[in-house]
């Protein structure tokens, strides 16, 4: 189990970004979790009493959605944007929201799109100091359309397709194999 | 004068070799759109006013390095309301745009078959347009300005997002690809319907003619793909051309085929009246005018009446506008000067 980055409990909030071409694991406690604004604590209280619904759910922090209050929203830290504000003219502020927002943004992405939530077309154009992200992302967007495929054949119950996808997956996810 | 900028009356995505009326009697034009956004800036409804300044300059400065020689810049918010409006009556700027705040500006080539929008809802709207049905020719030069814009431009992009937007309506591949139908026949039947139920099974949106939340007017349509993410541009392509655009096609063929096996009395009719209409009258509304156009072009397309050209139809349709027809008067109008103007230009030019 990781431990928290900040205090070493166990780590329950997990999140993996990319900063300049390199990926960045952080793993984190709730309350460590919730200090930097990446999810919010549901009081007790605010549950109904033996709602096994509601201790799973308290259990998971990171898929309830927090309650919006104005004074204790979340902001996005580099734009200002709020979900609040988001909400009303649907405009997002930076390009920092998609990942600040993930949580949020995630259910109104795949209702606009379809039920797609994972970029399969064209790349950045590679500039040489950069050739190596463009790996790091073909490889993402070859998993993206592999576990897609994967979903579709497992919905059509094409069980040989399916498996065939699902052993290119772990090939192309633990390549060292 | 802002239409020096162009080379000719009518951009080149708007004319036509005369069809034999097949299915570019119906497909007016195609257009490709790319929504991107240039990575250390904030989308636009966070960029402060000095920031939206930086954009246009910073735009201009790198978009004079692709040079290409054809591409004219202009900003917007110094331009005046009537060339705005210019603009936007050749498609060449967005509603958005021409009546947006702020610094922005538009790169448009000479020959109006591409254009960028600068600071519209996101910071780069590339858009290439061609006429008849040429998605794949308008894919393949956007995505090869797309390509050259990115020599100079490190553009928003996230490994599982894609292309980030302002909307996440646009997000992924910031695609938008339509085509501009003409569906006169569909309408008078009344199967409007079945070309809506059929573009929402497969997830594409149907507008009128000016794009989003606007009315069809003058029976033309815009077919385009409604969402933008987990499929590849070609696919997206492909499904627009493959998918629903046959059958809607072959819906309005049939619709004229069956007008003329069955009512041909009625076709007739409508064109009769909208030739005496455009021919007679002294006062005309924009409105009003569009609805008989479309009369015309399918009278021509259908081969009922002579004498009238798609390419005179093509340029009515357009220098009936408002801005276009103060050109044409070279001065300014008021609505009711419009109306008269506008009865003029059409008797002038349909002296058959």
Same mark, same amino acid.
């Given at each position: 189990m990781e431990q928290c980055q900040k205090c070493g409990q166990p780590a329950t909030v997990h999140l993996s970004e990319m900063v300049s071409g390199e990926f960045h694991e952080i793993h984190l406690c709730v309350q460590h979790a919730a200090e930097a604004g990446l999810v919010t604590i549901i009081e007790e209280s605010a549950q109904m009493p033996g709602d096994p619904d509601a201790e799973i759910a308290a259990d998971l922090p990171e898929l309830t959605e927090p309650e919006l209050t104005p004074e204790d929203e979340p902001a996005c830290p580099q734009c200002g944007l709020t979900m609040s504000e988001f909400k009303h003219h649907g405009m997002l502020g930076c390009r920092h929201d998609y990942e600040h927002f993930i949580e949020w943004l995630l259910p109104v992405i795949e209702t606009a799109q379809s039920g797609q939530s994972h970029h399969t077309g064209k790349l950045p154009r590679a500039r040489s100091p950069l050739e190596l992200e463009t790996v790091v992302l073909e490889r993402q967007q070859k998993i993206a359309t592999l576990r897609q495929q994967l979903q579709v054949a497992l919905a059509q119950e094409a069980y040989e397709t399916a498996a065939r996808l699902r052993d290119d997956l772990r090939q192309i996810e633990s390549p060292g194999q | 004068? #802002?239409?020096?900028?162009?080379? +000719?009356? $009518?951009?080149?995505? @708007? !004319? $036509?070799?005369? &069809?034999?009326?097949?299915?570019? !009697? #119906?497909? $007016?034009? +195609? %257009? $490709?759109?790319?929504?991107?956004? #240039?990575?250390?800036? &904030?989308?636009? +409804?966070?960029? +402060? *006013?000095? =920031?939206? =300044?930086?954009?246009?300059? @910073?735009?201009? =400065? %790198?978009? *004079?390095?692709?040079?290409?020689?054809? @591409?004219?810049?202009?900003? @917007?918010? !110094?331009?005046? *309301?009537?060339d705005r409006q210019l603009l936007l009556e050749r498609h060449l700027i967005s509603k958005n745009l021409a009546a947006g705040e702020g610094a922005r500006g538009v790169a448009v080539s000479r020959d109006e078959t591409l254009s960028i929008m600068v600071n519209e809802e996101d910071h780069i709207r590339l858009q290439v347009l061609r006429s008849g049905l040429k998605l794949q020719e308008c894919w393949a030069q956007a995505d090869q300005i797309d390509n050259d814009l990115q020599q100079h431009l490190e553009f928003a992009f996230n490994h599982r997002f894609g292309y980030l937007t302002a909307c996440p309506t646009n997000v992924g591949t910031g695609l938008r690809v339509s085509v501009m139908l003409h569906l006169p026949a569909l309408k008078l039947n009344g199967d409007m319907d079945k070309v809506f139920a059929a573009a929402k099974d497969m997830h594409l949106a149907i507008r009128g003619l000016y794009g989003e939340g606007t009315e069809a007017v003058g029976d033309f349509y815009q077919l385009s793909n409604q969402t933008t993410l987990g499929r590849s541009e070609e696919e997206i392509i492909h499904e627009l051309e493959s998918a629903v655009l046959p059958q809607v096609l072959y819906m309005e063929q049939d619709a004229r085929q069956r007008l003329l096996t069955q009512r041909p009395y009625l076709l007739d009719d409508r064109i009769g009246r909208a030739l005496g209409v455009l021919k007679y009258a002294r006062v005309l509304s924009t409105e009003e005018t569009l609805f008989h156009l479309s009369y015309l072009r399918l009278g021509t397309a259908m081969g009922r009446i002579s004498g009238v050209s798609m390419a005179l139809l093509n340029r009515l349709f357009l220098w009936t506008q408002s801005a276009h027809l103060q050109v044409e008067a070279a001065r300014d109008l008021d609505p009711e000067a419009r109306k008269v103007h506008r009865a003029d230009v059409l008797r002038k030019y349909l002296n058959l």
């Open positions: - | 004068m #802002i239409l020096d900028a162009f080379d +000719s009356p $009518v951009g080149a995505w @708007l !004319t $036509v070799t005369e &069809p034999a009326g097949g299915s570019d !009697t #119906i497909v $007016v034009s +195609s %257009r $490709v759109r790319l929504a991107r956004n #240039i990575a250390n800036f &904030p989308f636009m +409804s966070k960029a +402060s *006013a000095a =920031q939206k =300044q930086e954009l246009c300059s @910073l735009f201009e =400065q %790198r978009v *004079a390095k692709l040079g290409m020689a054809n @591409l004219n810049f202009m900003m @917007l918010d !110094t331009a005046s *309301a009537h």
